[in-house]
C-alpha cells in the first residue's frame, strides 16, 4: 500500500497509542532503511493500542509479535505505549 493513509484505528484500540506507534515505527523504520511494516505491520499496531501491553511477557503475547521482533523492538515498544498512556492528550 504505498503512499496509501494508514488504516483507521479499530474499535478497542486506543488511538493516541497508535498514533505514538505510528510514528515511532516510522522513525525506526527510517533508523534501520527498512519499510515499516518490518519493524510491524497494522495489524499488530492496532492490537499493541487495543492491548496496551506493560510487560515483555504481555508484548510477547500480541499476535505478530513474537520473540525477534521482542529481542529488536521490545523495549522500544513498551517505552512508547507506556509514555501514550501517561500523556495521552499529546500526539506526535
Known sequence: RKGGRAAAVPAGAD???????????RERS??????AYVVFPDSTLHELAARRPATPRALRA???FGPTRAERYGDETLEVIAAAKDDPDVLT
Do not use: H, K
Not at 488511538?15 to 515505527?25: G, I, K, Q, S, Y
Not at 527510517?30 to 519499510?35: I, L
Open 62 to 64: 500480541v499476535p505478530g
Open 15 to 25: 488511538p493516541a497509542v497508535a498514533e505514538r506507534l505510528r510514528a515511532w515505527r
Open 30 to 35: 527510517q533508523r534501520d532503511g527498512v519499510p
